[in-house]
């Protein structure tokens, strides 16, 4: 089975990245850019029948930093 995750930066928190992609986008030329957010997917492929409390786990120790990141787990199939 296949998983996606999308972990993003949550509201308040500065995203640097995201300031220079916007940074860029007016740079060349690109008008009507509110704001740039920049995060990360990620995908797995897992056993089947990995519930959703483990791929909860697997986030919350390892691929996102829930202190300043937020993320979301969907089925990829």
Request: charged share 25%; net charge negative; proline share 3%.
């Amino acid at each position: 089975m296949q998983v996606r995750v999308l972990v993003r930066l949550k509201p308040g928190v500065l995203d640097p990245q995201g300031r220079a992609v916007h940074h860029a986008l007016e740079g060349m030329g690109f008008e009507g850019v509110g704001d740039v957010r920049i995060g990360r997917l990620i995908e797995l492929d897992l056993a089947d029948g990995t519930d959703h409390d483990t791929i909860k786990a697997m986030c919350e120790k390892l691929l996102a930093n829930t202190v300043i990141e937020s993320f979301t787990i969907e089925s990829a199939e």
